[in-house]
T-cell receptor, first 110, second 115 residues
Framework: AQRVTQPEKLLSVFKGAPVELKCNYS??????LFWYVQYSRQRLQLLLR??SRESIKGFTADLNKGETSFHLKKPFAQEEDSAMYYC????????????FGTGTRLLVSP | EAGVAQSPRYKIIEKRQSVAFWCNPI?????LYWYQQILGQGPKLLIQ????????DSQLPKDRFSAERLKGVDSTLKIQPAKLEDSAVYLC?????????????FGPGTRLTVL
């Protein structure tokens, strides 16, 4: 079955430190991977998707099909990066399906 | 563009009572989703509509949950009767529904507490 695993519930770093939020998925076909973010008191929103290969707010994520991973990285964390991050896997079976991981809370301290 | 609207934002009920949630998606979005997010977990899809037709309700507890999307626009999700384990945030999302992998736009959610 399709599944997304985010092994860390909480990741706490200091401002300026590198950040890596881990995401592993299980899917045998060609997946589309997303990172969604929820800042405090805001709604869940798309951060980035692997197909666009963009860097958003300094974050990047590379799809590694061999390791079935899609880790989110940022070289220098900022306090405003503190939020809940969800990795999501999407595929199409006649219509689009999306499954979320359990999320990782990133806390960036000054 | 205006975002996805949901109401109410908060609801407290006793077990065995009924409750309904409302969602207004982004104008022109063909696909509408209802998710359940239990504390400490990621959103779990309950039901997905394409226009006013259901395309996926495999994880909807149909003995107590129901949803409809009249005229392919607004949607309501109902729980009758509620159980303690239904306490969660109920998220509505919408997407264009075009071919391919759409971005989903989320509403603020309704936080349901069942006592």
């Amino acid at each position: 079955a399709q599944r997304v695993t985010q092994p860390e519930k909480l990741l706490s770093v200091f401002k300026g430190a590198p950040v890596e939020l881990k995401c592993n998925y299980s899917y045998s076909g060609s997946p589309e991977l997303f990172w969604y973010v929820q800042y405090s008191r805001q709604r869940l929103q798309l951060l980035l998707r692997h197909i666009s290969r963009e860097s958003i707010k300094g974050f990047t994520a590379d799809l590694n099909k061999g390791e079935t991973s899609f880790h989110l990285k940022k070289p220098f964390a900022q306090e405003e990066d503190s939020a809940m991050y969800y990795c999501a896997l999407s595929w199409i079976t006649g219509f689009q399906k999306l499954v979320f991981g359990t999320g990782t809370r990133l806390l960036v301290s000054p | 563009e205006a975002g996805v609207a949901q109401s109410p934002r908060y609801k407290i009920i006793e077990k065995r009572q009924s409750v309904a949630f409302w969602c207004n998606p982004i104008s022109g979005h063909a696909t509408l989703y209802w998710y359940q997010q239990i504390l400490g977990q990621g959103p779990k899809l309950l039901i997905q509509f394409q226009n006013n037709g259901v395309v996926d309700d495999s994880q909807l507890p149909k003995d107590r949950f129901s949803a409809e999307r009249l005229k392919g626009v607004d949607s309501t999700l109902k729980i009758q009767p509620a159980k303690l384990e239904d306490s969660a945030v109920y998220l509505c999302a919408s997407s264009h529904g075009l071919a391919g992998m759409d971005e989903q736009f989320f509403g603020p959610g309704t936080r349901l507490t069942v006592l």
